[in-house]
Structure formats: structure tokens, C-alpha cells
């Protein structure tokens, strides 16, 4: 079956240092794969999304960058932390369009 | 714009009665739609989905019914259980794209 990685669970970082999440996907292949972020109250805002290697979109400009390096790893970086940063981010992959999102359990992100 | 609001934001039910979660949608071009479970600290868990073609999907102890002449998603659950407490959100997405609106959720709360 398919499971879906993600870590750390939690993170504390200092404004202006670097940030590296991790998603690894097992059990299947080419998914696409999502970040979300999601905040108190809100719904779920989509990030990036990829659909094969190395293919990266950008739904909202920001402080933040994707990458696929390999067909089931996925990564949210930060080159320099914003206090505006903090949240909940979610992991996310499903098999093709029209198709459920199966989500990993997050990462809670706090700035200080 | 496109928005997926709920009419509940807490929903209280006695243990072994029957639950029911609505949603609302506002884009006429979503065929395709899921209600996903979310506790505490947790990423959300798929629970069912439904397309457009269809009026009524069931699934154990859940039904998720469609109304698109409304723009109206509901989640049933049957005998409502403890573990049933948890934030529930529905989610639709437009043909053709791999943008998810989400909602911002029902907290159920299963009374003993």
C-alpha cells in the first residue's frame, strides 16, 4: 500500500535561517505531489504542486521554493525564514488529475 | 471568486445518532469533490469522494450526497462514534486543473 512521509513533525526556527521539509511517497509511482499550507481556522492554501521530476508549480508567490530531486521526494525550502512563515504545512500526493489527495501528518512550523 | 464554505462551524451529536455535515460550493465548473477527517495535530484522511455524474455516493457508515443544482455537498455519517470526533472539510476542484478549494471545516463533537 501507499504511505506518505513527512518531517519533522515539528520545527523551531529563528527569523532569517534557512528551511529544508521533506515528503517521500512509497508504494507508488509518478504521483503528482502537493504543499499545502494550512492555517488556524482557514482552509488548505496549495503551495507548489509537481508532476513528474523536476517539474515545479508555483500557485502563490512567496517566501518559499519547491524541488522534486527524484520521482517520490519532495521538498519545501527557504533560503531566509519570515515570522509570516509559521503554520502547519502539508504534504500531499494523488495518482493524476481528478483523483484523491492522500496527505501526510505535517509539519508545524513555528518562527521565533 | 470560487469559495467551499460550510453552514456549521461545530456540530454536536449524541453518540449512535446520525451526523450530517453540509458544504456549499460556488464554482459551476467542479466535477469533482471529497470530504476528508482531520484530528487533532493529524494530516486530513480521505474519506469519500464523489464526481459530478453522480447524486449519492456511499460509503461504510458514510454517504456523501451531491447537489449541483444548489451547489450543495453533504456528509452523513451513520451511528456516530467517539472516534468519529475530528474536523471535517469538503474540497472540490475545477475540470481540468489540480486546484482543491478547501473549506475551512466542521468540528463534530460525539457526546457520550
Known amino acids: 500500500s501507499q504511505t506518505i512521509h513527512q518531517w519533522p513533525a515539528t520545527l523551531v526556527q529563528p527569523v532569517g535561517s534557512p528551511l529544508s521539509l521533506e515528503c517521500t511517497v512509497e508504494?507508488?509511482?509518478?504521483?503528482?505531489l502537493y504543499w499545502y499550507r494550512q492555517a488556524a481556522g482557514r482552509g488548505l492554501q496549495l503551495l507548489f504542486y509537481s508532476v513528474g521530476i523536476g517539474q515545479i508549480s508555483s500557485e502563490v508567490p512567496q517566501n518559499l521554493s519547491a524541488s522534486r530531486p527524484q520521482d517520490r521526494q519532495f521538498i519545501l525550502s527557504s533560503k531566509k525564514l519570515l515570522l509570516s512563515d509559521s503554520g502547519f504545512y502539508l504534504c500531499a500526493w494523488s495518482t493524476g488529475l481528478n483523483q484523491p489527495q492522500h496527505f501526510g501528518d505535517g509539519t508545524r512550523l513555528s518562527i521565533l | 471568486g470560487e469559495s467551499v464554505g460550510l453552514h456549521l462551524p461545530t456540530l454536536s451529536v449524541q453518540e449512535g445518532d446520525n451526523s450530517i455535515i453540509n458544504c456549499a460550493y460556488s464554482n459551476s465548473a467542479s466535477d469533482y469533490f471529497i470530504w476528508y477527517k482531520q484530528e487533532s495535530g493529524k494530516g486530513p484522511q480521505f474519506i469519500i469522494d464523489?464526481?459530478?455524474?453522480?447524486d449519492k455516493r456511499q460509503g461504510q457508515r458514510v454517504t456523501v450526497l451531491l447537489n449541483k443544482t444548489v451547489k450543495h455537498l453533504s456528509l452523513q455519517i451513520a451511528a456516530t462514534q467517539p472516534g468519529d470526533s475530528a474536523v471535517y472539510f469538503c474540497?472540490?476542484?475545477?475540470?481540468?486543473?489540480?486546484?482543491?478549494?478547501f473549506g475551512t471545516g466542521t468540528r463534530l463533537k460525539v457526546l457520550a
Open positions: 464523489i464526481r459530478s455524474n453522480m
Open positions: 508504494g507508488t509511482s509518478n504521483p503528482n
Open positions: 474540497a472540490d476542484l475545477n475540470s481540468g486543473t489540480y486546484k482543491y478549494i
